[in-house]
């Protein structure tokens, strides 16, 4: 079975700063990865959509890379913002069935 | 942008009550699904449908039924609330199997 787990837990950082979330995956037989936010007692927006074909997708100031071969994928916040604040998921489509999550990310943009 | 609907935000019910919660998707997708999250659980897949009048249980059915009669409508049953189903109820819906997730705002059910 697909486990996804991501890395760190949590992250505190300072406004302006520049940082990338990880996710790693057991299985690379995947469909896509998909990014996604979470706000506190609010649903899932998604951010990225990387196909398996693909090794990157970018927009605004978020960047996703995926490599497919080593079961790894980064999110890459540029010039972080406080607004930026919530949870980031990463999931994993593998097998026609579900979306394999991982726990997630708590970042925090200190102004 | 595709919406996916979902007619509650709270909802608070009493133990053995028969629950729907109720999730419409815009932009005619085939897929739609159910799951739930808990804190230190994650995101757990209850039910999900491929098409109308079709469905398929996920990790956890148990205490739950869905229906999906119309293409942008897919319901979630609990047939009788009990305490250990208080949580947050997510509804996504994708396009077809490769596709990405679109997810609603959530309803925070709390049985009593």
């Known amino acids: 079975k697909q486990e996804v787990t991501q890395i760190p837990a949590a992250l505190s950082v300072p406004e302006g700063e520049n940082l990338v979330l990880n996710c790693s995956f057991t299985d690379s037989a995947i469909y896509n990865l998909q990014w996604f936010r979470q706000d506190p007692g609010k649903g899932l927006t998604s951010l990225l959509l990387?196909?398996?074909?693909?090794r990157e997708q970018t927009s605004g100031r978020l960047n996703a890379s995926l490599d497919k071969s080593s079961g790894r994928s980064t999110l890459y916040i540029a010039a972080s913002q406080p607004g930026d604040s919530a949870t980031y998921l990463c999931?994993?489509?593998?097998?026609?069935?579900?979306?394999?999550f991982g726990t997630g990310t708590r970042l925090t943009v200190i102004p | 942008d595709v919406k996916v609907t979902q007619s509650s935000r709270y909802l608070v019910k009493r133990t053995g009550e028969k629950v729907f919660l109720e999730c419409v998707q815009d932009m005619d997708h085939e897929n739609m699904f159910w799951y739930r999250q808990d804190p230190g659980l994650g995101l757990r897949l209850i039910y999900f449908s491929y098409d109308v009048k079709m469905k398929e249980k996920g990790d956890i059915p148990e205490g739950y039924s869905v229906s999906r009669e119309k293409k942008e409508r897919f319901s979630l049953i609990l047939e009788s609330a009990s305490t250990n189903q208080t949580s947050m109820y997510l509804c996504?819906?994708?396009?077809?199997?490769?596709?990405?997730?679109?997810f609603g705002s959530g309803t925070r059910l709390t049985v009593v």
């Open positions: 990387i196909q398996s074909s693909q």
């Open positions: 999931a994993v489509k593998s097998g026609a069935n579900n979306l394999f």
């Open positions: 996504a819906s994708s396009f077809r199997t490769g596709y990405g997730y679109t």
